[in-house]
């Protein structure tokens, strides 16, 4: 079955704005956590939410986590041309991390 | 910051050729995984380590690879024959425990097999 399912696959948004990116996924999980990636390079850990937890806040990032739905949403306020990047969520279970397809986020000046 | 590294950041073989990348996790870690992404495609699960022993393993994961801690710094993945679809950027990561602890991800090294 397939998890960490983003949507949606591209948005672009003006600087300033809020960005809202959203996971699903299928099976039980201990956690999810959700990773930046910039063209070509490698995953930034942006953060983690564990299956007991409804949200969390680390900076400008905001993620909530229904586990009754088995969705998530990471919310970036005031959003920033440096913003721009792939975005996973990426579902824990044992000891592996499931990712999605990912999100492009384009952040035009 | 402490970070994971990788080497190499770039690897060209031959199929059917023998390639070792390498990793040097975070040094308070105790659990270290090998991911893949093929260009395009998700970053796939390949293997998690813990205590000199695979914890858990994908199906990709098969007799072609292997994942060895030579010594206290480096965890290894050795691609014993690649082959054309191996050609991805392979990623280290490692993390203090598991389950709801994160796993910190190296930069990648981009295995192109010819």
């Known amino acids: 079955s397939q998890q960490g399912e983003e949507d949606p696959q591209a948005l672009s948004i003006q600087e300033g704005e809020n960005a809202t990116m959203n996971c699903s996924y299928k099976t039980s999980i201990n956690n999810l956590q959700w990773y930046r990636q910039n063209s070509g390079r490698g995953l930034v850990h942006l953060i983690l939410?564990?299956?007991?937890?409804r949200e969390k806040h680390s900076g400008r990032l905001r993620v909530t986590l229904d586990t009754s739905k088995k969705s998530s949403s990471l919310l970036i306020t005031a959003s920033r041309a440096a913003d721009t990047a792939s975005y996973f969520c990426a579902t824990g279970a044992n000891s592996k991390l499931t990712f999605g397809k990912g999100i492009t986020l384009s952040v035009r000046p | 910051e402490p970070e994971v590294t990788q080497t190499p950041s770039h690897q060209v073989t031959q199929m059917g050729q023998e390639v070792i990348l390498r990793c040097v996790p975070i040094?308070?870690?105790?659990?270290f995984y090998w991911y893949r992404q093929i260009l395009g495609q998700k970053v796939e699960f390949l293997v998690s380590?813990?205590?000199?022993?695979?914890?858990?393993k994908s199906e990709i994961f098969d007799d072609q690879f292997s994942v060895e801690r030579p010594d206290g710094s480096n965890f290894t993945l050795k691609i014993r024959s690649t082959k054309l679809e191996d050609s991805a950027m392979y990623f280290c990561a490692s993390s203090e425990w598991v389950d709801y602890n994160e796993q910190f991800f190296g930069p990648g090294t981009r295995l192109t097999v010819l």
């Open positions: 040094s308070n870690h105790l659990y």
């Open positions: 939410i564990r299956s007991n937890e």
């Open positions: 380590f813990y205590n000199n022993e695979i914890s858990e």
